[in-house]
């Protein structure tokens, strides 16, 4: 207890904990309740990037809704620093699966729609300089490819600096070698600031190679059956041993190793 206290009170940190959280979701259909989670423990803090993967039904995107406040735990509670999350926050930002622009509003206007306060010239310029889109500022969102509105997205969810920044599958939508530069992209912005990410991803080698932790789900009902740290220098070798070793890990807590595969 004395630790966690010590950890709280460092200046800057924020300290996610969720303690027994369970959701279920009642079937307008049928008299039924879908358990999307059960009893999850999990503790998180700044400076963190935590990958969550899974099959589909096991609660990661829940787990985001939970944290964003956009959603209330049937049983346990989330908190931020020992204060329980009640509702949404500016100090939790969201980033989903396709870009969420305005597309009336030029890139520059997207960027600074969100700003608290006016008077953030300089902010602004300095996102459009960090994602490479200073001469773009003046295009709407349909001129864009899709990269470049993943990236002016990302801004968005960064522009007033939250401590939880939340990633539900940013790039899923991305073809390959533009995921790619979009990782690499995230993974600078968040370096900046060291600030809690947590990002939910169906990739295993986008978990790993973005992810300080990678938190490992099943479903039915959703349930953390692994965490494993990933200590590795950025930016990671995705052929390297220890990438590979890894890989094969978390492959075989999801039941896709070979030598798992015919005992499911």
Same mark, same amino acid.
């Given at each position: 207890?004395? $630790?966690?206290?010590?950890?709280?009170?460092?200046?800057?940190?924020?300290?996610?904990?969720?303690?027994?959280?369970?959701?279920?979701? !009642?079937?307008?259909?049928?008299?039924? /309740?879908?358990?999307?989670? &059960? $009893?999850?423990?999990?503790?998180?803090? +700044?400076?963190? @990037?935590?990958?969550?993967?899974?099959? +589909?039904?096991?609660?990661?995107?829940?787990?985001?809704?939970?944290?964003?406040?956009?959603?209330?735990?049937?049983?346990?509670?989330? =908190?931020?620093?020992? #204060?329980?999350?009640?509702?949404?926050?500016?100090?939790?930002?969201?980033?989903?699966?396709?870009?969420?622009? @305005?597309? *009336?509003?030029?890139?520059?206007?997207?960027?600074?729609?969100?700003?608290? %306060?006016?008077?953030?010239?300089?902010?602004?310029?300095?996102?459009?300089?960090?994602?490479? %889109?200073?001469? @773009?500022?003046?295009?709407?969102?349909?001129?864009?490819?899709?990269?470049?509105?993943?990236?002016?997205?990302? /801004?968005? +969810?960064?522009?007033?600096?939250?401590?939880?920044? %939340?990633?539900?599958?940013?790039?899923?939508?991305?073809?390959? @070698?533009?995921?790619?530069?979009?990782?690499?992209?995230?993974?600078? /912005? *968040?370096?900046?600031?060291?600030?809690? #990410?947590?990002?939910?991803?169906?990739?295993?080698?986008?978990?790993?190679?973005?992810? =300080?932790? /990678?938190?490992?789900?099943? #479903?039915?009902?959703?349930?953390?059956?692994?965490?494993?740290?990933?200590?590795?220098?950025?930016?990671?070798?995705? +052929?390297?041993? =220890?990438?590979? !070793?890894?890989?094969?890990?978390?492959?075989?807590?999801?039941?896709?190793?070979?030598? &798992?595969?015919?005992?499911?």
């Amino acid at each position: 207890m004395a $630790e966690r206290s010590s950890e709280i009170m460092a200046e800057n940190t924020v300290i996610l904990r969720l303690d027994n959280v369970s959701k279920s979701f !009642a079937k307008v259909e049928h008299d039924e /309740v879908t358990h999307a989670l &059960n $009893e999850v423990n999990l503790s998180m803090k +700044s400076g963190e @990037f935590i990958s969550l993967v899974g099959p +589909s039904g096991c609660g990661k995107s829940t787990i985001l809704r939970l944290v964003a406040g956009l959603i209330p735990p049937t049983t346990g509670y989330l =908190t931020v620093n020992g #204060a329980q999350i009640t509702g949404p926050s500016p100090e939790r930002g969201m980033m989903f699966q396709k870009p969420t622009l @305005f597309p *009336w509003l030029t890139v520059e206007k997207n960027i600074s729609f969100s700003l608290k %306060l006016k008077g953030n010239e300089e902010k602004v310029e300095r996102m459009l300089r960090i994602i490479g %889109l200073e001469s @773009f500022r003046n295009d709407y969102p349909g001129q864009l490819s899709g990269g470049m509105a993943q990236r002016v997205s990302l /801004v968005r +969810s960064l522009i007033n600096e939250p401590d939880i920044l %939340l990633l539900d599958e940013p790039l899923g939508a991305l073809d390959a @070698f533009t995921r790619m530069n979009m990782q690499d992209e995230i993974l600078k /912005v *968040w370096q900046e600031k060291k600030q809690l #990410a947590i990002m939910v991803t169906h990739d295993v080698d986008e978990a790993i190679y973005m992810g =300080t932790r /990678v938190i490992v789900m099943d #479903a039915h009902p959703g349930r953390v059956v692994s965490d494993i740290k990933i200590d590795q220098a950025y930016p990671r070798e995705r +052929s390297s041993q =220890t990438f590979v !070793a890894c890989r094969n890990e978390i492959l075989n807590r999801l039941h896709f190793g070979g030598k &798992n595969r015919g005992q499911q």
